[in-house]
């Protein structure tokens, strides 16, 4: 992980981006690990899902794989293009160049806001927390995959925890040591939290 950048620099990394096995989910393992974590926290398809900093696409087009209904936003327009090339015409899919601190999304009508190593990154990831429970639908949950790394970047699980339910949501953590994960062996601190109203 690395420290907080603009979108002119996201768009200069989004070429090497899928080299990371948990970006690009190249490796079967790495693959299945995610598709088994996802379908373990998600709602039962079809859901329909924010994914917020989408990057280039892997996430979504995997929730899109399992039926459900993604909009993906990222504020790099070469990770949208990227996004965009690889969803090809797969249905329930789409992406948009936008902020995902204030994304241009309809309110109250997602299942899940899901957001996977950005959160961190945010100018305000209280206020980013506080906006995105305003795109839950009534019993919708946000689905936050973060970690504390050890490049001593990111947020611990307790800092996601209190951001969480300072919105008004219980939050419940799930740690991520697996290796299968992220293809290597880890030993920094990496979960998933989930809020629910
Ligand atoms: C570490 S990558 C994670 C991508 C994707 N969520 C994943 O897990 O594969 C961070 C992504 O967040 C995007 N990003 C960072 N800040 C953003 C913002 N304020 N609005 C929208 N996208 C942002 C970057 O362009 C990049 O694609």
């Given amino acids: 992980?690395?420290?907080?950048?603009?979108?002119?620099?996201?768009?200069?990394?989004?070429?090497?981006?899928?080299?990371?096995?948990d970006h690009g989910l190249h490796d079967p393992v790495v693959r299945e690990a995610?598709?088994?974590?996802?379908?373990?926290?998600?709602?039962p398809i079809p859901s329909r899902i924010a994914?917020?900093?989408?990057?280039?696409?892997?996430?979504a087009l995997l929730l899109a794989e399992d039926a459900h209904q993604v909009d993906g936003v990222d504020?790099?327009?070469?990770?949208?293009?990227?996004?965009?090339?690889?969803?090809?015409?797969?249905?329930?899919?789409?992406?948009?160049?936008?902020?995902?601190?204030?994304?241009?999304?309809?309110?109250a009508a997602y299942d899940v806001v899901l957001?996977?190593?950005?959160?961190?990154?945010?100018?305000?990831?209280?206020?980013?927390?506080?906006r995105w429970t305003e795109l839950l639908a009534p019993d919708g949950?946000?689905?936050?995959?973060?970690?504390?790394?050890?490049?001593?970047?990111?947020?611990?699980?307790?800092?996601?925890v209190a951001l969480v339910e300072d919105a008004g949501l219980r939050a419940s953590v799930r740690p991520l040591p697996d290796p299968a994960y992220?293809?290597?062996?880890?030993d920094d601190e990496r979960y998933a939290v989930v809020g629910r109203r």
């Fill in 141 to 160: 949950r946000m689905v936050l995959v973060e970690g504390q790394w050890s490049t001593g970047t990111g947020l611990s699980a307790e800092q996601a």
């Fill in 34 to 43: 995610w598709r088994s974590l996802l379908r373990a926290l998600l709602p």
């Fill in 115 to 130: 957001c996977r190593h950005v959160l961190w990154a945010l100018p305000d990831p209280a206020a980013a927390v506080a």
């Fill in 75 to 107: 504020f790099s327009p070469e990770m949208v293009r990227r996004a965009v090339a690889k969803a090809g015409t797969f249905p329930g899919i789409t992406f948009r160049v936008g902020d995902a601190s204030d994304p241009d999304l309809p309110a």
């Fill in 1 to 21: 992980m690395t420290s907080s950048r603009d979108s002119e620099q996201w768009d200069v990394e989004a070429e090497a981006f899928d080299e990371e096995p």
């Fill in 182 to 186: 992220w293809g290597r062996k880890v």
């Fill in 51 to 59: 994914d917020l900093g989408c990057g280039t696409g892997t996430l």
